[in-house]
């Protein structure tokens, strides 16, 4: 296979016909669950995958595949009809997906696919565990009577099977002091998640003893409960729990949904461990370059870094001396400090001698939004405000005031003298050795931000065409070109540069000075395209994309890269 | 000279006897030429009854020469201490002291003095007329003149007000003619020489005429414009309450107080009317006469100041009024009353009555029959606190209140940010605060003052936008304060003292709450935080002058708060130390016990509303306040208390009362109480879905959860919840527990009452499955039902109904089950 069958420049847009008149689509292999949603390494695994269009499954694999990672198709059913998918008329299939998981196998998240011959699904992830992992007993046992037990520490796979259930575990806590904690994985993403949806799982859990009450001598009463402390579309909404059981004695779980839905796909993790478990972090993880999160992290070396995003990795950018508030800086100069006094107030100064375009950042490592919420303000000798890490904007039906609190904002200083940057806390009452901050104040450098790629998966029948946008920003006045190139395409398959059409936008909804917090985004179309006489593949290749900026006619370093499974099926296009 | 008796003491006295005699206000002043006093003369039999017994006493003043007497109304002549002697056979003779000063001095005519206070008698200033919102054909009136600047800035310059600007509409045309009295419109209109669409209202002979003519002959002078002029600060009404048998009158005298410590008569410069006319009216002499057995308030209104006095009026005065064990001091303010207005309180309640009204107001729950029995056979000389104290520290108290203060603080979706997880945290604060009874004044600070993402700043934003400054501050007030300022949003209060300054200065407080993402913040005054392209300042602007609008208490106190600070925090603090706070929580929860405040509504205190039981409001309040603002003390106190733990039966006294506690009246279980008591009493749980579709995403709590424990009860549908007044809690919610037809029909043919009467699980199926004969399962559903064993009667009934229906016995026992929770003593608390 060619590695470099196409090379695609951002700025060569060749009108292809086909964008505009694409075949039907045809219907995708759905994947939606599996259960056991957690199997323990070492130990064969018998796990079910319940999804739309996979009566034919031929295969397993895992993105990104491991060595010591197993999969087989044990078996495929088509699920007995319930009073549910009678009343949405719908069919599903059960693929038994047999695994082999060596010993060595890291614990976390393996993202698996179906394939069939006529494409393969999305990825759902199963967990692997180091510990035994227990099943969920069959049946409810949503009463004290009937609550399975929990090891703690301990695993069990279960499933909230029918909407208002709840599963009552019981357990033992042996000496006053113990310290319990318990996390759920859900195999579902929930609103708020990842991916998530309305129909998705957002588990619930609390912990109860059976100290009755006047009314009821069985009454469960609840000692501690969690919920998200903050929710926020975008993060994970698994629970954890750690409580502190000031008696010995016999206690519950209980776990549901949030809102109390239920269902076939509604299936969790349970785990306990003995002890305090720091809970996973609230803040998102990046995974790959991220311009403007309040989590990114601001190095001493982002001259650098933004260098080779522009083009100009091989001008070495000076790395940036951090100062302490109160300081005067030299810019470029990254101000680190702690809100820890509600109304704090920490400032810095500098002194601008001539015209400059400045970029402000600005970093909170450990609270972040919404918990904390820290405002940057650049004010003048006459302590004008000069600006603000704060996006301000009218609405344009309603003229209502609106501001977003942003991590960068871009200014153009044209007057000269002293100058000083304001941090503090959007409330007045709030504070927390945690409320870290770093502010990074340094000159614009062009380069390219954040790059996104539209799917996950490629797949299409001979003759067909598919194609994958990638949207990327123009930050700081970045002039260059994008390259995008396919890699490790399949006997068969092209890809080319296109455009596809776009819907004219919407203006946006409220009028601000936005270039100075938001960047231009483009995007450019890559367009697979399988030859009539290309063979159905019987399992996806995995295609590489990768950006590098083109600076002067020069291509710069390769900065994102995506890799994306691409099979050509059968069937017609 | 006399001894002057300590000041506040108003009545003089007699020494003791089987009747005693006293003068009405026991001391005065007359300040100025022709100043006088009107007088009262009350006799108080030895029952306690008292009697205006003004016409029938002879009056004498000593020495003569200082004081002429009339009709009871002494005017002054020269200056000295005269005494009044008022004497009656029977009893022995009364004296009251008179204090005349400056007599030979003629008292200059002020605009705010006298011309507001005929401008308030004649009906001028009324809401109905030119004090109403926009005033009333062309002229603008300050409502009750409570801004006689403004009203003599209309009068003296003319021109037309506006509501909505500062501008003055049309020409200004003075309505006095200071070269031409007689020809002024404020003379011409309300004698009627100029057509007056208020008629007219007195004339050219009259005092009123005269004293408006003398006025503008002098030029029409405000007076002393320097801060000096004394202002009325309030009003003393002797007696301040009255209990008439029907048929008989009191005398009301009206003494006003003035901010140099002066006082004067004003009872000529009122107007007085009455809340229920049916029960008592009042002349504008200040004469009030009982017509029906009741209670009433009779409402003086003079030109800046209101007041109130309750009247009852009773039956014949009892032969022997009963002894009536004391349990607290809640008692000792509801008893007196109680025996002032001849009205003999109900027996002690009975155990199964007691239990199940305390089970039901403490923990929203009917007792379990097992509980009831026991209580009942308990001979434990301190049961019934036992009990309490166990309800007060039981899981069901932490539910049910939560469930209250979730209606009160508005726990609902789209109250919350949009979004059921703001609510349900917003939920799980106020159920945190419950367990921990945790001080209300604590909780009030920090929901009034609550920034960032916490749970207590999700009210703020409804429909996730920040609610209006005014929108929010009103519905603070009613709920913290018990006041309802939202009629001064637009204009002056027409009723009340608060004015549209006064609302828009505590609006202020709420001015500068900004969300920003998910959070909560006050925006800084002196910062634009912008992105320096659009006006990004926060300020909120007085919907009259367009000036902006500064933070302002309502009593006008000074209030430093920094332009870049909370200056909710400072609100927060006032709030929670003013006396309306304690006053407000106190009548809240008595509400919730009694089925109505002293105050009633319990969020609309005003003069115009006056409390039932003043004493008793007070007495809780400092209790309150006293004990740290505990809700669970407050609780306990009243549910102690022998008024509230009367029965419910009547005695001939007190048939016709339903607002002094005399007895327990029966109040309607709230919707969800209901429905949890059904599915308690059925034993079959009640099935709460999100929706009513099959979406994927539909919920369902689990199965057993109660209505009161529903987090987000606007997320589930519930025919029967919203049949019987689950309110939307769209505002601050207020129940309607009337009946209706859809109750009516629900209850033959809804899932509620007929679909659960038996089957799996059901307590019928239980008792049937353990071979339970007819008797003990009628016992168990009436200890269950009404916390009673049937009667004797009932039992026999049932036992006759029961033999006609052995072929089908079970359809039979539904039926019984069907009757007892369709019936007024299941749905009542009582």
Redesign the interface.
Known sequence: MDAWRSILTFGVFACLGFAADAPPPLREPRAISLAPLACQRSVPALIVVRGEGLADATSVFFEPPHAGLQASIAKVEIEPPSE?SM??KRSFDLVHVRLDLAAGLPEGSYPLRITTPRGFTNAVSMYVMAAPVEAEPAGTH?TPAAAAPLKVPGIVSGRITQ????DLYVFDVAAPGTQVTFETISGLPAP?APGGN??GFDPSIAVYEASG????PG?L??LA?N??P???LGRRTDAHLTHIFKRAGRYFLRL????????ADYTYVLRTHAGAVAPPSQTPVVKGWEERGFTRRLEPERLQQLAERGGEGARKQPVMETYAPGATLKLPAVVEGVLAQP?D?QRARFQVDKATDLAIELETPDAA???F?P?V?LVNEQNE????S?????GLCTG??N???MSK?VVPLRDTGLYTIEV?D?????AAPRFRYRVVVRPQLPHLGNIAFSDDRVQMPPGAARTVRVAFDREEGYKGAMAVIAENLPLGVTALAAADYEEDRDPPAS???RE??TPRTERLVVAFSADASAAPMSGPALVKLVARPIVNGKPGAAIASREIPLMVVTGKP | MMKRPALGLLCGVAAASAATLKILPFESQLTGAGASQQLVAVLTADDGTERDVTGEVSWRVTPPALAALDAARVTARADGDARITATLAGAPAASAIVHIRESAKARPVTFAREIEAILTRQGCNSSACHGGVKGRGGLKLSAGALYPKDDFHWITEGGVYQVLTNEVKGARVPRIDRAAPEQSLLLTKPTGAVAHGGGQRFDKASADYRTIAEWIRAGAPFGDDSGRQPRLTGLDVLPPSLVLQNDAQHRLVVVGKFSDGSREDLTRQVIFSSNNGDVAVVNQSGVVMAKSLGETAILIRAAGAFASAGVGVTGPALSRYPSVPRGNFVDDAAFAKLRRFQMAPSELSSDGEFVRRVSLDL?G?L??AA?VREFAQSRAPRKREQ?ID??LA???FVDYWAFRFSDLFRVAIFANGL????S??YW?WIRANIESNRPYDEVARERL?A???GPASRHFIPYN?IGTAQDTMAEELRVFFGRRLDCAQCHNHPYESWSQDQFWGMAAFFGRL?K????V??H?VD????????D?K?ELLHPRTKAPVRPALLDNSAIGIPD???PR?ELARWMTRHPYFAEAAVNRIWGYFFGRGIVDPVDDFRSTNPPTHPELLAALADDFRQNGHDLRKLMKTITMSRTYQLSNRPNETNRRDVTNYARSLPRALDAEVLLDAVAVVTGVPE?F??AVS??????????GTRAINLK?PD?YYSRFLELYGRPNRGAVPERDTKPNLGQALHMLAGATYIGRLSGPGSRLATLLAAGASDARIQEEFYLAAFARAPSADEARDFTVIMATRTQDREAALREFIWALISSREFAENH
Do not use: H
């Open positions: 549910a009343r949405a949503d909407r208002g259930e709840s708020g309305a129909n009450s006047w009314f009821d009454r009463n609840r409960f919920d998200e903050l929710w926020v549901e949904a949030f809102s109390g839905q239920g269902g109304g107030t939004p919404p918990e919420n405002v303000r405000e000069v600006a603000t704060l996006f301000a904007g009218r209502a005031l501001k977003g609190a904002v503090r959007l409330t007045s009452d709030l009028c601000g000075k100075r917090y | 923990t729950t007792p379990p509980r009990v166990a309800l039981s899981p069901e979004t059921p997880k703001f349900q945290k799980e003052s920034q960032g993402y936008q900004f920003v993402g998910s959070i913040i006050d800084p910062m634009d935080w912008s992105s320096k392209d659009v990004a926060i870049y600070g909370n925090r099935i879905s999100t099959e979406a994927g995403s539909v919920g369902q709590a689990p199965v987000d997320m």
